[in-house]
């Protein structure tokens, strides 16, 4: 394990109590909407095989569950223990039979080539400490023609909003986030966006990973990017 994901695997199991929590105040609950027009643009169908890479608490795989039925496949994979514990938690309680979650790493994913008709990341490749393998193992393991579809907040372009957003993440959520959690884990979430890919750049990794016709849309006046792929 590199020195990045050990620091980003404890990190993340010092919030995990709070995560849902923080991602709801801080995001002002947007966080829901954006992982629905996710699954929408991903073109889920009743019955598909899904896969959910860095996974935390579950609620991307949740989402994902929604649209494929009791017919389809869920599973999510997450390094993090204490965010799969929480996840698990959330599965006994819906009694969702057709979910699994897997302690594993998304640089070396457990499965056969093309097995699910769908992979997607939520605000996690960001984390992940080779970008460009992470996404080559998605698409290993997704279909021919499935898709693979990425969430992520990205660094705003320029425009009316971009002070105001650098602002937030900068000053105000750090402040929040340290009050309620970890400090140093909300301290960190700025940092890593203001040093990761732009759209297009994240487009180009996701294309050397072999994804093709690549759709990119953006929301919250540009703070997040959704990115998806199909697999030739």
């Not at 970008?131 to 579809?149: L, S, Y």
């Not at 960190?188 to 040093?195: D, E, K, Q, V, W």
């Not at 990973?209 to 540009?222: D, E, H, P, R, W």
Request: net charge positive.
């Amino acid at each position: 394990m590199t020195d990045k994901a050990e620091y980003v695997r404890d990190m993340f199991a010092s919030v995990a109590s709070r995560y849902d929590l923080l991602n709801s105040i801080l995001s002002f609950r947007r966080h829901k909407v954006w992982r629905r027009v996710a699954v929408r643009y991903a073109n889920l169908h009743p019955g598909d095989i899904t896969l959910d890479v860095c996974t935390g608490t579950g609620d991307f795989a949740m989402d994902l569950r929604n649209a494929v039925g009791e017919k389809g496949t869920v599973a999510g994979i997450d390094f993090c223990l204490p965010m799969l514990e929480i996840s698990a938690r959330k599965i006994a309680q819906k009694r969702h039979s057709n979910m699994c979650m897997i302690l594993g790493d998304a640089l070396h994913l457990p499965f056969a080539d093309n097995s699910f008709d769908c992979v997607t990341v939520g605000f996690g490749i960001r984390n992940i400490s080779d970008i460009r393998m992470a996404f080559q193992e998605m698409a290993r393991v997704a279909k021919p023609g499935g898709r693979v579809a990425c969430l992520e907040f990205t660094p705003p372009s320029r425009g009316f909003w971009k002070p105001f957003i650098l602002l937030y993440e900068r000053r105000i959520l750090p402040m929040i986030g340290g009050a309620l959690s970890n400090r140093e884990a909300y301290t960190y979430l700025p940092n890593s966006i203001g040093a990761f890919e732009t759209p297009k750049q994240l487009a180009e990794i996701m294309g050397s990973a072999g994804l093709t016709k690549i759709t990119v849309k953006g929301m919250n006046f540009g703070s997040v990017c959704l990115h998806i792929g199909i697999k030739s």
